[in-house]
């Protein structure tokens, strides 16, 4: 029994008696109906309508949206009717006891009749039907029908909105809950404007009633103040019609407040903020309106026949907000920036803190030691500057935008040097000479200034480190000078050249394919992933980059794997086959000085490369099984006739058969990384090509 008592009282407990005590609120309104009330009662429970009505104007003022507020129809609902049986009850006094005079039914409607009517009951019953059709006809019947649109639109959106949600949700835009949330206020809207649409009848409803009781109370004061009471019918009239109309006055007073808010509750529509800012705020928003509406103000003050003052008066309000309004805007607008730098600041150096930050590695990273770090500190707008120039220039070429340089200093760096690292890993570190200069001489003359002979970092070519006195005699014997931020410069430009494929990542691959064409979208849809996955696409691309071709032409390039994809699975065969159908780009990339210069392989080196590849039954190359004596051997002659054409100051690439290319670029790169080796299939028609020779 004490277990059933406990379970029994929770509920009361944990609401605090509220619900009891809301519900012992609705009988008592529902016993006025019926239960004599006296006129003290009656005063307090219309000053409680009012002050309800009055609070309910003011909810509707102050919320962020109509959601915050959605139970204003039943809130709506008790208001009506309180009203309703308060008007009873004052007809009960005003039947009962109105020959005793003005203040029969209380003192509140008695008062409302001095005030409004002035001591003339035509007076109020004028005012009581313009406030009838003000509240019956306008806003009752525009809330009525903004309700309505809004109850069908909302209905008719559901569909559309859940699918956004669900679309949110599955692209993990949103969470679960997130998502539960938004379904849940989209219910919320959708019940809260079908309520309001019809709650807005009842404040109709009440305003017709208000019309029939104020007859009632007329015609059967009249009767029963003329039959039961021996007032003349003057007399009767006049007093049962002031009672009546102030009866009458006192009712409609809150239900046009209480009809004012619900228009402005349904009227905000999508606006989120409080009226204030929903109103004021958007007409405030344009200072050339409040200019012109002024210079109109100040126009009808000068006509003859109108007063000046007003309209004065109004024009300088109107031109004064227009002079602080977009101080005030500006002012805002800088304290927002301001706050929003302040908190972007904050989370940049929170994240720099946070342990997951430090997982994060970037992909281009230049890091300079504590010396150069102290010395290049005024030049770090012009690196910035400069390696934006670099980024953009590699995106025309290459046809991808590398990563960001990210540009940091290290203690335990070698003195003077910077290191540049690729995914955390350095792959280049060199000594900067900061107060030097770098001549270029490779095996030409010297300068004849004092200097010392280096090897300049991008290239390994020759050169002279003179002092920066130097500079201008060095100049004057025609020689061309290096500064050493473009040392720097130059050598991250070749350090990216050379690690481009490992910078096109995953998600550079996607973004390229998103700026395609919608016919190029559909090409990939049909190769993707029947034929080719995008893992494996992104490994034809970077097989194209590691030799430095470009993928500008991505739609070409797509063209040709569609074409191989059926017929070929590795990466490798595909990357060769795409490589005959940009001929016309590789070999144009390739021109130096109008003509393509070409070293040959040799028939010797030819037919000891296709002894050297094996293959199966259907005649496929499977291994590439070569002597390391004859590797050794080529190396050496194929090294010395290239440094031969090179210290000649050609511009040429290495051409072989398409089958054995692949396998002479695998031995070349190791000794000239930057050298192109191009099969005969892909020199293409209409080039120039001049031969330097052969390897043999």
């Known amino acids: 029994m004490a277990i059933s008592t406990v379970a029994a009282s929770a509920p009361i407990s944990r609401s605090g008696g509220k619900d009891v005590g809301f519900a012992i609120g609705i009988v008592l309104i529902l016993c006025i109906f019926f239960v004599p009330v006296p006129a003290v009662c009656i005063d307090l429970g219309l000053a409680l309508s009012i002050a309800f009505s009055v609070l309910i104007l003011m909810v509707a003022l102050w ?21 309703l049986a308060l008007n009873i009850s004052t007809t009960r006094l005003i039947l009962s006891h109105g020959a005793q005079g003005t203040t029969a039914a209380g003192y509140i409607i008695g008062g409302f009749a001095n005030l409004v009517m002035g001591g003339d009951f035509v007076i109020g019953i004028i005012v009581f039907l313009i406030l009838v059709t ?70 109709r409803g009440d305003a017709i009633a208000g019309l029939i009781i104020l ?45 004012l808010a619900a228009g402005m509750l349904v009227a905000k529509g999508g606006t989120r903020g409080s009226a204030e800012k929903a109103v004021l705020g958007q007409l405030s928003n344009y200072p050339s309106a409040l200019f012109l509406a002024a210079l109109l103000m100040f126009i009808l003050g000068a006509i003859p026949g109108l007063p000046f003052l007003p309209f004065a008066l109004l024009g300088g309000l109107m031109a004064f907000a227009g002079v602080t309004i977009p101080q005030r805007i500006a002012r805002e607008k800088a304290a927002a920036a301001a706050a ?23 992909e281009i990273e230049l890091c300079l030691s504590k010396e150069l770090t102290t010395k290049l500190l005024p030049s770090y707008q012009e690196i910035g500057s400069r390696v934006a120039k670099m980024r953009r220039k590699f995106a025309r070429q290459y046809g991808f935008v590398v990563p960001e340089i990210k540009l940091t200093d290290d203690i ?50 020759k050169a002279i480190a003179i002092a920066e006195p130097f500079v201008a005699h060095a100049k004057r014997e ?10 720097m410069l130059t050598h991250l430009s070749e350090v990216i050249r050379n690690n481009l494929a490992q910078l096109l990542s995953y998600k ?189």
């Not at 059967?220 to 102030?246: C, E, M, P, Q, W």
């Open 508 to 696: 550079d691959m996607r973004s390229l394919l998103d700026r395609l064409d919608p016919e190029y979208k559909r090409l990939i849809d049909e190769i993707i992933p029947s034929q080719i996955s995008y893992s494996g696409l992104q490994a034809v691309l970077k097989l194209l980059l590691a030799e430095r071709i470009s993928i500008r032409n991505l739609n070409l390039i797509l063209e040709a794997i569609a074409e191989i994809a059926p017929h070929a699975r590795r990466p490798e065969q595909i990357a060769e086959h795409v490589r005959m159908r940009i001929a016309q780009q590789i070999c144009g990339d390739l021109l130096d000085h109008g003509a393509l210069k070409v070293l040959r392989l040799g028939n010797r080196w030819d037919l000891v490369f296709h002894q050297s590849l094996k293959r199966d039954a259907k005649g496929d190359v499977i291994e590439f099984d070569i002597d390391p004596r004859l590797m050794e051997q080529f190396g050496a002659e194929a090294s010395a006739a290239i440094r031969a054409r090179m210290d000649q100051g050609h511009h040429f690439a290495l051409v072989a058969t398409a089958e054995t290319r692949p396998y002479v670029r695998m031995i070349i790169e190791r000794m000239f990384a930057t050298l192109p080796v191009l099969s005969q299939l892909e020199i293409a028609r209409g080039f120039d090509v001049r031969s330097l020779g052969a390897i043999s």
């Open 63 to 83: 919320i962020q949206k109509p959601l915050e507020f959605s139970a204003f129809p039943t809130v709506l609902l008790v208001a009506t009717i309180l009203r």
């Open 340 to 362: 929003q730098a302040a908190s972007d600041e904050k989370a940049r150096a929170e994240a720099k803190l946070s342990i997951k930050e430090q997982l994060r590695t970037p």
């Open 478 to 487: 025609g020689f061309k000078t290096v500064d050493p931020l473009s040392v």
């Open 215 to 259: 007859a009632v109370n007329i015609f059967g004061g009249v009767v029963i103040g003329v039959t039961r009471h021996g007032l003349t019918l003057a007399s009767a009239a006049d007093i049962f019609t002031k009672l009546s109309v102030g009866d009458g006055l006192v009712s409609q007073i809150p239900a046009l407040i209480i009809s």
């Open 134 to 203: 003000i509240n019956f006809l306008v806003i009752t019947k525009g809330a009525t029908r903004i309700a309505e649109v809004g109850a069908r639109f909302t209905l008719d959106a559901i569909p559309g909105k859940q699918m956004a949600i669900d679309a949110d949700l599955n692209a993990g835009l949103i969470d679960e809950k997130i998502a539960q949330a938004r379904r849940r206020e989209l219910e919320e809207e959708s019940s809260f404007f079908g309520s309001m649409d019809g709650a807005s009848k009842f404040v």
């Open 412 to 461: 335990k760096a070698p003195p003077k040097s910077y290191q540049f690292r690729i995914h955390g890993t350095v792959v280049a570190t060199q000594e900067l000479r900061l107060n030097e200069y770098l001549v270029i001489v490779g095996d030409g003359k010297r300068p004849s200034v004092p200097g010392e002979e280096v090897r300049e970092p991008a290239f390994g070519m």
